[in-house]
């Protein structure tokens, strides 16, 4: 093929096939919509977001706002775009531009196109007012006391959810007057073209084969043609989010000669909570997840909210996560506490591979050229006590310094099982076998929380980087056990109705 079909801000628009690398904010900016800023290049400040069109699940559109800094402008093959030009003009604010100016919400001016696509994101959201009467919703941040219960601080008398701005960074006006420019929002008016297209399908995913100078992008039709492509093409890069792969194009300027997008395919893209698995598909986006999932799963209704911003949620994938083998990766602690395992698909068919035995070393697995992740399954039913604990340097948007993941089967105030996951103390993620063999058997008492935290203190091989000491991260660890021993009441997957 030779040129991109996109619809940007309601016009019909074309890419000629100058580069398969090139990130959607730099041809936005290329094309005159310099609304759309570039702060970091990593998908950290929010400066790019722009909204994109996609599926609701029930037929009709959601508008969701992502990161244009990371996302290849090819993977928007087919698809629709609006910048801060596209909401609004000088002559005709959109009521969000309309509400930053008049609570004095912007100062330089440089992050707030990306502030107002990530609100209007957040005002478009249907179930946005079923927040104010007190209806549960899935995308809430979590309370200090509650990890499932939202916290009462981050929600304006609107329902508007203060997290759907947590990838955004300002460095001069303070956050007071966004704020209150945020709560400020009624409703969208009846004739509102952006709400009314809320109502019509997202456009389909294009396939797409884009040959440039510096490289291929393909997005297959369908997972047999994907594991037909990697079978002859093996070292070909998977993306589906690009939340990481967009970092290395932008920051280490990597160039590959064949990305295969995987994020739209049908296969990947399987949500189930049956009787005796929970099955994720790899190319799920974290927030579609946490929306499914509702809470049903504790651990997970804990990792979400902590996991990097709303920006990058609305792209990052567990399959991805995993995919990285990273060892500082937020999911696989969580993952591993609930005895999870990976689905691999090549062209010879699926295997199921336990996640304690996926990792063999730095970002290495048991994943083969020709392979990719398919889905993530957890086992039903769920433990009974379960907790994720995150370390780092901020309460969110941060990269861990430490994550635990635990999951605890208590009878009659004994621990029958045990599962504890384990996160930037060694080269890959792991299982801290030694402190479950410790903990299976004995009562759920504080003697017990005190040795089992010493013990946790000396798993891994911790080391000292920029983000924290090896003494550190040790130290944490132990603290993470004692937290969970220290929690008011357990989680009971019982009272949660699930795996009961």
């Not at 936005?28 to 609701?56: F, I, M, P, Y």
């Not at 389909?204 to 297959?220: I, K």
């Not at 009787?275 to 799963?297: C, K, N, Q």
Request: with cysteine.
């Amino acid at each position: 093929m030779d040129r991109l079909d996109l619809t940007v801000n309601g016009q019909k628009r074309q890419m000629a096939t100058d580069a398969a690398h090139t990130t959607a904010l730099d041809w936005l900016r290329g094309n005159g919509l310099t609304g759309c800023k570039e702060g970091c290049a990593e998908g950290e400040c929010g400066a790019c977001a722009v909204l994109v069109a996609q599926s609701d699940g029930t037929g009709g559109t959601t508008w969701t706002a992502v990161n244009a800094c990371l996302v290849p402008i090819a993977a928007l093959d087919g698809q629709e775009i609006v910048t801060a030009e596209g909401l609004g003009s000088p002559e005709s604010l959109h009521p969000v531009q309309e509400k930053m100016a008049v609570a004095g919400g912007s100062q330089c001016g440089y992050c707030t196109p990306g502030f107002v696509c990530s609100m209007a994101s957040e005002f478009y959201r249907r179930d946005r007012r079923a927040d104010v009467e007190g209806a549960p919703h899935a995308q809430h941040g979590p309370n200090e006391h509650d990890p499932n219960e939202p916290d009462p601080h981050e929600h304006g008398p609107n329902g508007f959810d203060l997290h759907s701005l947590s990838g955004n960074l300002c460095r001069c006006t303070g956050y007071r007057p966004i704020r209150d420019a945020a709560y400020a929002l009624g409703d969208p008016d009846a004739d509102d073209a952006l709400a009314t297209r809320r109502d019509q399908p997202a456009p389909e995913p294009a396939r797409t084969d884009l040959q440039a100078a510096d490289g291929r992008f393909v997005r297959p039709a369908t997972l047999a043609d994907t594991v037909a492509m990697l079978a002859e093409y093996p070292t070909a890069v998977l993306v589906a989010g690009s939340t990481d792969w967009g970092v290395e194009v932008n920051i280490r300027g990597r160039r590959e000669p064949l990305v295969i997008a995987i994020d739209r395919l049908p296969e990947l893209r399987a949500l189930e909570f049956g009787d005796e698995f929970v099955e994720i598909g790899a190319a799920v986006s974290l927030s579609e997840v946490e929306r499914f999932l509702a809470g049903r799963v504790p651990m997970l209704a804990e990792l979400i909210p902590q996991f990097a911003s709303r920006l990058i949620r609305n792209r990052a994938t567990l399959g991805g996560n995993l995919g990285t083998g990273s060892p500082i990766g937020d999911a696989a602690p969580a993952l591993l506490a609930l005895g999870a395992r990976v689905i691999l698909a090549s062209a010879e068919g699926d295997r199921e591979v336990e996640l304690s035995e996926y990792f063999t070393g730095y970002r290495t697995s048991v994943r083969t050229p020709g392979e990719l992740i398919r889905a993530i399954r957890i086992p039903l039913p769920l433990a009974d006590l379960t907790g994720f604990h995150k370390i780092a340097k901020r309460r969110f948007d941060d990269i861990s310094s430490v994550a635990v993941g635990f999951a605890l089967d208590i009878q009659g105030g004994v621990v029958h099982d045990a599962r504890i996951g384990l996160g930037g103390v060694a080269a890959t993620p792991l299982r801290a076998s030694s402190t479950e063999a410790l903990l299976i058997g004995r009562p759920w008492n504080a003697q017990t929380a005190r040795e089992a935290a010493a013990s946790l203190g000396g798993e891994g091989t911790p080391m000292s980087d920029h983000r924290a000491s090896a003494e550190y991260r040790s130290i944490m660890m132990s603290q993470a056990m004692l937290k969970l021993f220290a929690r008011p009441t357990a989680q009971s997957t019982a009272q949660m109705g699930v795996g009961a």
